[in-house]
Structures are given as C-alpha cells and as structure tokens.
C-alpha cells in the first residue's frame, strides 16, 4: 500500500436512520421559523429534521426518541450513563438532566432509536461517541401527546 493511501482520513461514520412524530415535527417547524435562517442551531436541526421518516404519533414506535423522551446513554469513552430529556428551549432548566432540541447533541438525539450510537460534539471540541441505552420514557407511549 502506498504512503499516499495510508493517510487518507476514514469516512465518517453512516448516521443512523430515524423517524420523527408529525407532531413534534410541527412544534419543531414552528420553533425554527422564529430563528434567524443563518442560526447554526436552526441549520442543524433542519439537516436533523430534513432526514428522518416521519409518522403519527400513535404510530411512533416505543423505543425511539421523541420530544420530552428521558433517554439514558452511554459516553462510550468514559462508560458514564447519563439521563436526559429531550426538552423545547423554553422548558430548559438548571438541574442538568434537560437538554435543549436546538443544542448539537438535542439535535443529534431526536429520532434515534435504543441502541443506536452517534458521535456527540463536545464544548470543547471534542467528539464523544455516545449511544442510546434505553428510552425511559416517551410521551407517544404513554399516550400524554401534549406534553
């Protein structure tokens, strides 16, 4: 092999599929369309948005991601096991435990499905893989759709 294509940088990883709720899809519409269109957060999240299948609520099957989903992950570089809600930027607390859909890892996780890894970007930069334990709770499947 030659030196030339020793040092080709590896392909990203694929991302993985995911599906969306019409309905958290409309809120989600609706939260962009008071951002600026050059927001990075908008931009994100509309890429997020612009990839997933998307089905009713009642159809949403119970081990994906959806708004207000507590989900519990894996940092697979430390093997800490976080819990967090998915939440809209004005339900956005300081417990910790809330991540907003506009932040990057908010974005990344809205669709996913348990067992599905991705690679999370840190604050300082940093890529941390990361992967959907367990769906602890998802308003689909306890029929609370207006949460």
Known sequence: MS???AKQALPEPALPNIVLSSLDLDRLDQLLSRLPATDPARLQLEQELDRGAVVEPAA???NVVTMNSTVRLRLLKTGEEPCLTLVY???LDASGDK???LAPVGSALLGLSE???IHWPMPDGEIQPIQVLQLVYQPERSGQLHR
């Open 3 to 5: 030196q030339t294509l």
């Open 60 to 62: 949403m099957p119970a």
């Open 89 to 91: 930027p004005k339900d």
């Open 99 to 101: 991540v907003s859909v």
């Open 115 to 117: 067992g599905d890894q």
